[in-house]
Every structure is written in structure tokens, then in C-alpha cells.
């Protein structure tokens, strides 16, 4: 089946500009994730949407950052007044919620560079 | 507090040569463990996973990784190396109860393989 799809792949952006990013998890998978990766970098969690419940956001680096999710579907991570030090690569991942074990699902990423 | 620590920031074998990365983590109660991979210009990979009974767990592309409650530690292992394993080797660990099945994730491990 499907996996889970990131758009755009990548991104280039002035300065101070907002940019949307867009995530597909797997069908029927209730948990989405964003983690943003710095070069060279680990993963940094950014947020997380189970189900209806309210979303653990406590990964949002500052105000600029915020992220929706419609349901059990689409999520969109937008960024406002990129700054540079946002350069990396946002990555989505989905699981299938509460019950049993929580793999995740990585989408590609989206490579975002700001210039 | 919650942690997973990966020691080694980065390793480099001989191709053939055997390979044991460290994975070690501070939490309240045994969580599920995951090791994933993450090859250069490629998505996060799962390479195995450890839920309960057998205390050494196979996973993909002939690695395997050994649970050790005593020592709160999820090693992950390979007999040989081959060139294709160079990569990023996150060692990742989440809870098994809980509405918030957040992941806790290592820095990662970076994976040199020489001819």
C-alpha cells in the first residue's frame, strides 16, 4: 500500500517568507509526527497529533512554527517569517495510534533551504 | 528524565568486520525499543524492533539487536559488514500505555564502512 508522502520534496525560500508543508500518512494510521533533522543532525520532534486529541506540541521550537491536521488525514506544517537557522529537512512520520506497538512510518522529507 | 543515549557518535569498520552499536535508555518502565536506519539520501528505514519475549530480535538485511532489562541497553548487532550498511543508526524507544505515544530518540549513530 501506499506509505507516507511529503510535498514538496524540496523547498527554497527568502528569508521572512512563510512556507507550508504538506504530509500524507498511511491510511488509517490515527498518529502523525514532524521531526525536523539539521544536518548531520538527529531528529528533533517537532509535534504530534493522536486522533481528536489535543496535539503535544511541546516540540515547537517558537511561535513561527505551528501545524494542522485535518482528522485522521492530511497535516500541514507551516513556518512563518523563515529565519535561516530553519534550513533542514522536515520529516513526517505516522503510526497506527494507540493500539499495540507505535512503529512509525517515515515519509522522504522535504528539504527546506532558506536562503 | 526520559533518554535514549547512543555512546558513539560515529564508528568505521572494515568491510567483513563484525559491528555493535550501543544503545542505551532511561525509562520508567520497559518500553517498546526500535532500530532505525537512515542511508544517505534516503528515508528513515526500520530495521527491527523489540516488543516481548525473545530477548534477541531479528531484523532486516542480517541485523540483530539483543534487549538486556539488567542493563537497560538495546545493542544492535552484525556478524559482517558489508559496504552497502554505511548509514545513520537511530536507536529509538516509546512507552506501551499512555494516550501520548511519543518516541524518544537517540542521536544517532554514523556508520563508516572501509573496502
Known amino acids: 500500500g501506499a506509505g507516507v508522502s511529503q510535498s514538496p520534496s524540496n523547498k527554497v525560500t527568502e528569508k521572512g517568507k512563510d512556507v507550508e508543508l504538506r504530509c500524507d500518512p498511511i491510511?488509517?494510521?490515527?498518529?502523525l509526527y514532524w521531526y525536523r533533522q539539521r544536518l548531520g543532525q538527529g531528529l528533533e520532534f517537532l509535534i504530534y497529533?493522536?486522533?481528536?486529541?489535543?496535539?503535544?506540541k511541546s516540540g515547537l521550537p517558537s511561535d513561527r512554527f505551528s501545524a494542522e491536521r485535518t482528522g485522521e488525514s492530511v497535516s500541514t506544517l507551516t513556518i512563518q517569517r523563515t529565519q535561516q537557522e530553519d534550513s533542514a529537512v522536515y520529516l513526517c512520520?505516522?503510526?497506527?495510534?494507540?493500539?499495540?506497538?507505535?512503529?512509525?512510518?517515515f515519509g522522504p522529507g522535504t528539504r527546506l533551504t532558506v536562503l | 528524565a526520559q533518554s535514549v543515549t547512543q555512546p558513539d557518535i560515529h564508528i568505521t569498520v572494515s568491510e567483513g568486520a563484525s559491528l555493535e552499536l550501543r544503545c542505551n535508555y532511561s525509562y520508567g518502565a520497559t518500553p517498546y525499543l526500535f532500530w532505525y536506519v537512515q542511508s544517505p539520501g534516503q528515508g528513515l528505514q526500520l530495521l527491527l524492533k523489540?516488543?516481548?519475549?525473545d530477548t534477541l530480535v531479528q531484523g532486516i538485511k542480517g541485523f540483530e539487536a539483543e534487549f538486556k532489562r539488567s542493563q537497560s541497553s538495546f545493542n544492535l548487532r552484525k556478524p559482517s559488514v558489508h559496504w552497502s550498511d554505511a548509514a545513520e543508526y537511530f536507536c529509538?524507544?516509546?512507552?506501551?500505555?499512555?494516550?501520548?505515544?511519543?518516541?524518544?530518540w537517540g542521536l544517532g549513530t554514523s556508520l563508516a564502512v572501509n573496502p
Open positions: 529509538a524507544v516509546g512507552p506501551r500505555v499512555g494516550n501520548n505515544r511519543k518516541l524518544i
Open positions: 491510511s488509517g494510521h490515527t498518529a
Open positions: 512520520a505516522s503510526s497506527s495510534g494507540l493500539a499495540g506497538p507505535n512503529e512509525q512510518f
Open positions: 497529533f493522536q486522533g481528536n486529541s489535543a496535539p503535544d
Open positions: 523489540y516488543f516481548s519475549g
